[in-house]
């Protein structure tokens, strides 16, 4: 077996340097430390404060996507695509939201939930992109995360918006999740998205 962590972060249990099964739990603490990573590495987001939690979407899926070839065993084949956010060949097809309750300065962040709850086809909501999923070619198995910053201890819960997308995602549109699969990081550097929660569900 082999340590594929070499920084701290989570191990992942791989045999010959190839996984035997990459499991959505493996890629969401696989993310998280991708995350924390970029976090420390203190380089930041335009002209944001240092953090993780500023970065635009694209551009934090793009880094996240090479360390996750650096960590993970795809052989470097993650990529960054418009459909899905994330593609790892043969393996997951993901679709990613960032969900910020404030903005850099401190602010309550407008409309942000909207992010993850628009329930209509052809948005860009969560809800969305799991309905854009469930019609996507391809033998990926295919997975919605969320990257959501939090205070620490927060001071706007992320729990009930997870918990809202989960409802409205299986009771109103219909949409078949797995069970939820999370993971949480503390001690970023940025003065308002100091925790991070990476969520994910298996879409069928």
Not at 46 to 62: I, K
Not at 170 to 186: A, D, H, Y
Request: net charge neutral; hydrophobic share 40%.
């Amino acid at each position: 077996m082999t340590d594929l962590a070499s920084d701290g972060g989570s191990t992942y249990t791989a045999v010959g340097g190839f996984s035997m099964d990459l499991t959505l739990k493996c890629i969401v603490e696989g993310f998280a430390d991708a995350l924390v990573a970029i976090d420390s590495s203190g380089i930041p987001f335009r002209n944001f404060s240092p953090g993780v939690g500023p970065y635009g979407e694209p551009q934090l899926l793009s880094q996240v996507a090479t360390r996750l070839n650096s960590r993970l065993p795809c052989e470097g084949r993650i990529c960054t695509k418009r459909t899905p956010d994330l593609l790892i060949p043969k393996e997951w097809a993901i679709e990613c939201k960032i969900a910020r309750p404030f903005g850099d300065n401190g602010k309550p962040a407008e409309n942000w939930s909207v992010n993850l709850l628009h329930p209509y086809a052809g948005n860009t909501s969560l809800l969305g992109d799991c309905l854009k999923l469930r019609s996507l070619a391809g033998n990926e198995k295919k997975a919605a995360l969320v990257i959501g910053y939090e205070h620490s201890p927060p001071q706007l819960s992320l729990s009930p918006l997870l918990a809202a997308f989960e409802v409205v995602a299986k009771n109103v549109i219909g949409i078949r999740l797995g069970e939820r699969v999370q993971s949480v990081r503390t001690g970023l550097v940025h003065p308002v998205h100091q925790q991070v929660t990476v969520a994910a569900w298996e879409v069928f």
